[in-house]
């Protein structure tokens, strides 16, 4: 069973890099290759929609709020904002301080 999401992904890398492929052969612009791609989403959502597992049905549960478990989830979320803020803060200023370097300027898009 795994190895479906296996084929899913890697259906879905051989997909996508066919359509960059094609839209980019009938030289379409960049909005245009945004519809498009949007179209293929669409496409394959029908199927993946209809293949979902069903929903189990709910269960009632009562239990107390442990301390340690909120504890956990407060250490949990902390590590996932510093995580997060660190990768924010790289991906937006890279590009800004690589263009400051003499040697770089003006390669921002390659």
């Keep these: 069973e795994l190895g479906l999401y296996f084929i899913g992904l890697g259906l879905g890398i051989v ?3 066919l359509g960059a492929m094609g839209m980019t052969g009938l030289d379409l612009g960049w909005a ?6 949007a179209l293929i989403g669409l ?6 929609w209809r293949w979902r597992p069903p929903v189990p049905p709910v269960v009632q ?3 107390a709020g442990d301390s340690s478990s909120r504890r956990w989830m ?3 979320l902390t590590a996932y904002f510093c995580a997060g803020w660190g990768f924010v803060i790289n991906a937006t200023f ?4 690589v263009e400051k370097q003499p ?8």
Excluded: E
């Excluded at 496409?43 to 993946?48: E, K, Q």
């Excluded at 890279?94 to 301080?97: D, E, K, Q």
């Design 32 to 37: 245009s290759q945004w519809q498009g791609f």
């Design 15 to 17: 997909v996508s890099a």
């Design 74 to 76: 407060l250490l949990l």
């Design 94 to 97: 890279t590009v800004a301080i």
């Design 43 to 48: 496409f394959f959502l029908l199927p993946a």
């Design 61 to 63: 549960k009562s239990c």
């Design 103 to 110: 040697l770089l300027a003006g390669q921002g898009p390659w």
